[in-house]
């Protein structure tokens, strides 16, 4: 089975899943759930509560789990439950750290043998035999290859859980000498949200109830907590895009196009920004794991041909 996994700081997503890059680790098994993961003697369930930000994923063995986690879903959806599965793995990093980090990551996955956990009461044995790392914000666009050939420049803005990441297209395809990782994602701007209305109105607010309000969705909060949401977020949008105009990133001049949960939440202001020229926006989530997967089975065909 070939799978497509975006490892976001915020949100772990397949083609067909997305779920929060938050778990729980239980010496007993807890009740009150169904969906339990048990790995090596612990019981992990998935949490509301994002883990920190970790920029080096493979320091410790949660974003493996939570990439258990993923396969057991995808497996689920695909019909794919066997007694042992070979599974091959699409990953991707942020475009500025993908020659730091790429072996290191691709290593993090491979070379454990047999894997063998329990998902939801089904016991699951799998062996992962072959991975293939790619730059994210690339991967997202590639279902839009045919159009953007034809541009001769165009910037990819990754607005995602910790960073913005930014790639430059020519003729489409990614000139990796000009990308660059700002720490200016969604996780950033939550925390000065709930900073700043914690010290303006007394109140405690979560993740939650800031996507809620950006998103257009009903939340029980006084109105002038909402305009400080809103106001902050569109301050946020400012300064990533001030951010980018230091860094030689003129969308006044270059078309852009926007992907990442970040890039969602931040649209109106983004489209309304004087700043901006002309934007495109790739709104589904799991764009950067669809593109994985197409990026890898190209390069499976091309290995099979030769």
């Known amino acids: 089975m070939l799978l497509g996994i975006d490892h976001g700081n915020y949100a772990v997503k397949t083609p067909a899943f997305d779920f929060v890059s938050g778990l729980a680790e239980h010496t007993v098994k807890p009740p009150m759930t169904e969906e339990i993961l048990e790995y090596q003697g612990k019981y992990w369930t998935l949490s509301g509560k994002r883990l920190s930000y970790m920029r080096d994923k493979t320091k410790d063995e949660r974003f493996f789990i939570l990439s258990l986690f993923a396969i057991a879903k995808e497996m689920e959806r695909r019909g794919k439950y066997t007694p042992m599965e070979k599974v091959q793995l699409a990953v991707g990093l942020p475009p500025e750290h993908y020659g730091l980090l790429r072996e290191n990551f691709g290593e993090y996955f491979k070379n454990r043998g047999l894997v063998e956990f329990v998902y939801g009461g089904k016991p699951y044995r799998i062996f992962i035999d072959q991975v293939m790392v790619f730059p994210q914000a ?104 001030d951010q980018l105009r230091e860094l030689q990133v003129d969308l006044r001049a270059n078309p852009a196009i926007f992907i990442g949960g970040g890039s969602m939440l931040l649209k109106s202001y983004l489209q309304q920004s004087p700043l901006v020229i002309q934007a495109d926006f790739i709104e589904d989530c799991h764009a950067n794991a669809i593109g994985y997967e197409m990026l890898a089975q190209s390069q499976l065909n091309r290995k099979a041909k030769q």
């Open 138 to 241: 690339y991967a997202a666009v590639i279902p839009r290859s045919s159009l953007i050939v034809k541009t001769v420049r165009v910037f990819v803005i990754d607005i995602g859980g910790y960073t913005t990441d930014v790639l430059l297209l020519r003729n489409g395809k990614p000139d990796l000498q000009f990308c660059r990782s700002l720490e200016t994602g969604i996780i950033t701007m939550n925390n000065e949200i709930i900073r700043k209305v914690g010290a303006l109105h007394d109140m405690r607010i979560e993740d939650e109830h800031i996507s809620a309000v950006l998103g257009g969705q009903e939340v029980v909060l006084p109105e002038d907590i909402k305009a400080t949401i809103k106001e902050e977020a569109e301050h946020h949008a400012k300064g990533i895009l």
